[in-house]
């Protein structure tokens, strides 16, 4: 009997096509990553505390990869319009983000006014922290407080009379505020303003009574004399202001804050390549001349973990933001 000859050419062909396209895809599969440029995108203005640590951590990833990680500003929203970005692109590492306790305030506002959140903590792979600064409440260089506890006093016998400023509903220096006054069981009035800029020169205008701020946003007045700083958030002094107490350290126990900016990619990537993009991180800011290094030169602190330990701070950071904004209630 005889064999069709086409017949086998036709399936050598097959077999071969199968074969080909197999060598293809693993070879895909093994390309290391990055085999092009990263984009890091910012969901803020530039020049706001999200910027520095981004363009450090790109310089210092390019030394890992070999590629350059490309820093994009996309303000808008508060910070939602580049979140949403990185929240639905395409989860293979080339579109991270450098962001702020945003992250997790935009949600608890959305619900609290009914609103759809726009995203959530879960549409995002957490990859690792790089700064994580405390917040520090000043007041005017001649103000009658020379201490919290003095100023606290004060609010107490005039409830709602002391005004405050902040850089918007729900930002990051109007929930620091919000939780020590809690604490310290006071009422203020607050007055938002278009950025923590604004609210800055508004104190320095005897405007309001106080604000608040990242201790480098604030250095040079208060070593002018101009502004004196009262307290900070974090759960140690800075070593900048060592003579400014914790809110801990004053017997508040929940009033502690941090301006952070930490690195995310979107949900859903590949478990070995967030591994791979974690390891990588790590190299950077810990080898020499990397971003711990380079943000030390700056004049600024780095607060580098990763895995679990950012895991960690994202939950407990989420607890005390939800509690805050719940108990502040609707704020326009």
């Given amino acids: 009997m005889h064999q069709n000859p086409f017949k086998f050419v036709k399936l050598f062909c097959q077999a071969m096509l199968v074969f080909l396209t197999l060598q293809i895809n693993l070879g895909f599969s093994q390309t290391p990553f990055p085999n092009k440029p990263v984009t890091l995108i910012v969901p803020f203005p530039p020049g706001g505390a999200a910027e520095q640590p981004s363009r ?7 030394s890992v990869w070999n590629q350059a990680t490309v820093v994009m500003s996309k303000p808008g929203a508060g910070g939602a319009i580049g979140a949403s970005m990185v929240a639905n692109a395409t989860p293979d590492g080339y579109t991270l983000m450098a962001t702020n306790p945003s992250l997790l305030i935009l949600p608890e506002a959305d619900r609290m006014f009914n609103r759809p959140a726009q995203f959530e903590l879960s549409n995002f792979t957490p990859l690792a922290l790089l700064v994580a600064d405390p917040i520090v409440l ?8 020379k201490t919290f506890q003095e100023f606290a006093s004060d609010a107490k016998n005039k409830p709602s009379e002391f005004t405050y400023g902040s850089s918007g509903a729900y930002s990051a220096s109007h929930l620091p505020i919000e939780m020590l006054a809690n604490a310290a069981n006071i009422k203020l009035k ?30 040079t007045q208060i070593k002018a004399g101009t502004l004196r700083p009262l307290v900070v958030t974090g759960a140690k002094r800075v070593a900048a202001l060592p003579d400014v107490p914790t809110a801990l350290e004053l017997g508040y126990k929940d009033a502690e804050f941090y301006l952070w900016i930490g690195l995310f990619g979107p949900a859903k990537m590949p478990e070995a390549l967030v591994k791979s993009i974690r390891a990588d991180i790590n190299k950077a800011v810990t080898q020499e001349n990397g971003f711990n290094q380079s943000m030390s030169k700056l004049g600024a602190a780095a607060d580098y973990r990763d895995g679990p330990a950012f895991a960690d701070f994202l939950s407990k950071d989420l607890a005390r933001i939800k509690a805050t904004i719940q108990r502040i209630g609707k704020v326009d």
């Fill in 56 to 62: 450090v951590i790109s310089q210092s990833l390019l």
């Fill in 138 to 145: 000043v007041v005017k260089g001649d103000a009658p407080w």
């Fill in 190 to 219: 607050h007055i938002p303003y278009s950025g923590g800029g604004p609210a800055i020169l508004a104190l320095l205008g005897g405007h309001i009574a106080l604000t608040a701020s990242s201790p480098a946003a604030v250095a």
